[in-house]
């Protein structure tokens, strides 16, 4: 499946790599990751802090810190009829800039300081609109008061005056969606967008990112570690370690038949109300390795239960265990099943 | 929080009124708003043109006639002194906007690219430091001849350097932000970001930066007049009348022709340093001022708030 072959596919990544240079040594951030993202579905990017996340984001934006690269891969974008190759293009050239914000849009973590303290917000909503579309300040600005009521921002007359220190914090993630979205992006990038929120305020964002999703028929990549969240919007899953995908399917075949050991330690970590209370949650043991340190094989070789010699001994490969639902391991019976665990662990 | 605000008060309001409440601006913008009216009405309230020549009446001291005494000419010092600041603050108030201009678009650009462009912007700003400033000056102004316009020229490319680091300092810091981050995942141009984005959030240090450099140009200019080398020796400015100085006799017996000179520098210069102070109490927030102590309970209140 690919995007030159099926009009279906907004996003497709052909086995990306990002390198990172760090002084005199080369970091393999991502390592040939392939995801194929379908028009208008919820994709969500689990995986725990450093397994290449938001590097994938930042990638797909060309917005790479300036010692990473795109060492080799393709990112396939579909704009319209065309299909454009976001990583040949020239990274601040005008068609990347004509992507960013217009095409794809952008939701980051931390709200306070992703808005320019300088500025009133409204005029920064307008601002990324006035940018790529030829319309006047007036009508920039009646567009910008509609969306805020959209979101749910109470008098948004008076609140498009306002500056952003004057903004709690699950309003200023509702201004950065309208920033991301006013100018009606294909595809909406949300890099850990509640992070910085509570509970209540984030099902209040992440049901306003459904909506999107659903009545405007948006594509979004949620970046997220959070498992619950996971379970509520997507409709796709894409688990990450190290740098790689390893385990992709619907949200059904993912949480709840997690095939991958790290997806079962992953989702056996998850606190769960009904648990019995004499039971000590359990947690993935170990620590994620440094990039620096891989060698060869299964990057989850080293906190593996099931881990065996042939782990170590080359690359593993994406093998499929249901339609649309691939795991990376070698482990896995013909029914996709892992071997029963003997002994402790 | 949101709802306990009553009325919406714009950012440039709530800077006029902290600058209202800081002791030393006020002092300092009353002393130089009082300098500059007389500056502009020299002629109406002495009396006399600054250029009227009355030989009979040369070198008396100052009486009812004439405040400030007269010089060895007869003109009257108090009219002098007056309009001399026209040129003394013409010079220090267009040499440092000019000098901030040059320091704030290259420290805005060296600042946010960084890399080589930074690296030769700010050996030329070494280059120019390594020398005294005077010295500087001086061959600039012997190169460029005398003249009000070649010394605010002379100073502006002298004086620049103080603007830059600042800027550039600030830059490397803001550059790093996320908000930068994202206005480049918005899809806007550098010159946006640096100009529109990013350089508001430095106008406070380049404010004072401002101020700071108006005492020491007027001070320079004093300094230059003195030695010769300055405005030319026709107009009266501050520096001009102060060289009578130069003589002994004059210090000696004629203390009127330097004493009113030098005082006028010296306040105007203080009320100048005044109100840099004062700007920089109220555009620093981690300066005690009125604003301070608002965000303050709104951070506390917002923190205990938003425990979770």
Redesign the interface.
């Known amino acids: 499946m690919s995007l030159s072959t099926n009009k279906d596919l907004i996003l497709d990544l052909k086995s990306v790599n990002v390198k990172f240079k760090v002084e005199d040594d080369t970091l393999h951030i991502l390592r040939d990751v392939s995801l194929s993202i379908p028009r208008g579905s919820f994709l969500c990017v689990v995986g725990e802090s450093g397994c290449g996340k938001s590097v994938t984001a930042q990638a797909i934006?060309q917005?790479l810190p300036d010692n990473g690269e795109v060492s080799s891969g393709d990112i396939l974008f579909s704009q319209g009829d065309k299909v454009v190759v976001l990583n040949k293009l020239e990274k601040?050239g005008k068609q990347?800039?004509?992507?960013?914000?217009?095409k794809i849009g952008?939701i980051?973590q931390?709200t306070l300081?992703?808005?320019?303290?300088?500025?009133k917000v409204g005029r920064q909503v307008a601002?990324?609109l006035l940018?790529?579309f030829p319309i006047s300040k007036d009508e920039a600005r009646t567009r910008v008061v509609e969306l805020f009521r959209k979101l749910g921002i109470p008098d948004p007359e008076?609140r498009y005056?306002?500056?952003p220190h004057?903004?709690?914090?699950g309003?200023r993630q509702r201004v950065?969606i309208a920033?991301a979205t006013i100018c009606e992006p294909d595809l909406v990038i949300a890099d850990e967008p509640t992070t910085a929120l509570?509970?209540t305020i984030q099902a209040q964002i992440m049901t306003l990112l459904k909506d999107l999703q659903k009545t405007a028929g948006k594509t979004f990549i949620l970046i997220t570690h959070n498992m619950a969240l996971v379970s509520e919007v997507a409709d796709h899953v894409a688990v990450m370690y190290l740098g790689r995908v390893v385990e992709y399917g619907t949200v059904e075949q993912v949480l709840r038949d997690p095939r991958h050991p790290y997806t079962k330690a992953l989702m056996a970590s998850v606190p769960n109300l009904d648990a019995d209370k004499n039971v000590e949650l359990q947690t993935v043991d170990g620590q994620t390795p440094s990039p620096a340190e891989v060698t060869l094989g299964c990057e989850f070789a080293g906190r593996c239960p099931y881990v065996v010699a042939a782990c170590r001994e080359k690359t593993i490969e994406m093998t499929q265990v249901n339609p649309g639902h691939d795991v990376r391991c070698i482990r896995l019976d013909k029914n996709g099943k892992l071997p029963v665990l003997t002994g402790g662990a | 929080m949101q709802k306990k605000k009553q009325e919406r008060q714009s950012t440039a309001r709530i800077f006029i009124r902290n600058l209202l409440h800081n002791p030393s601006a006020v002092i300092g913008l009353t002393i130089i708003s009082i300098m500059i009216f007389c500056a502009i009405f020299a002629v109406q309230i002495s009396g006399v043109e600054p250029e009227y020549i009355d030989p009979i009446n040369g070198r008396l001291g100052p009486s009812f006639d004439n405040l400030m005494g007269t010089d060895q000419l007869g003109r009257d010092m108090l009219s002098r002194v007056l309009s001399g600041g026209r040129q003394s603050i013409y010079v220090g108030v267009v040499a440092s906007f000019l000098a901030n201009l040059i320091g704030t678009i290259l420290g805005a650009t060296a600042g946010y690219l960084g890399g080589k462009v930074d690296a030769v912007v700010m050996r030329v700003s070494e280059l120019v430091m390594t020398f005294p400033q005077l010295i500087l000056v001086l061959i600039f102004v012997s190169l460029l001849g005398q003249g009000i316009n070649n010394v605010i020229i002379v100073f502006a490319l002298t004086g620049w350097m103080t603007t830059f680091r600042l800027v550039r300092g600030e830059f490397f810091s803001l550059r790093e932000e996320a908000f930068v981050e994202a206005d480049r995942a918005f899809g806007f141009s550098k010159p946006r970001i640096i100009f529109r984005h990013i350089l508001p959030n430095t106008l406070s240090p380049i404010v004072v930066a401002f101020t700071i450099n108006i005492a020491i140009f007027i001070i320079a200019e004093a300094g230059l007049s003195f030695l010769g080398l300055g405005v030319p020796v026709t107009t009266p400015t501050w520096g001009n009348l102060l060289t009578a100085a130069q003589n002994p006799v004059v210090v000696d017996e004629y203390w009127w022709l330097w004493v009113f000179p030098a005082m006028a520098i010296a306040i105007f210069v203080l009320g100048v340093n005044f109100v840099g102070d004062g700007l920089r109490d109220v555009l620093d927030p981690r300066h005690k001022s009125l604003i301070a102590k608002n965000k303050w309970k709104v951070a506390l209140v917002g923190r205990l708030g938003s425990k979770k």
């Not at chain 1, 990347?96 to 217009?102: F, L, Y």
């Not at chain 1, 300081?113 to 500025?119: D, G, Q, T, V, Y």
């Not at chain 1, 004057?166 to 914090?169: N, V």
């Open positions: 934006v917005l601040f990347m800039r004509d992507i960013r914000g217009a952008m980051f931390d300081s992703s808005l320019n303290p300088a500025h601002e990324s940018q790529h008076r005056e306002a500056y004057e903004f709690s914090g309003m950065m920033i509570d509970v």
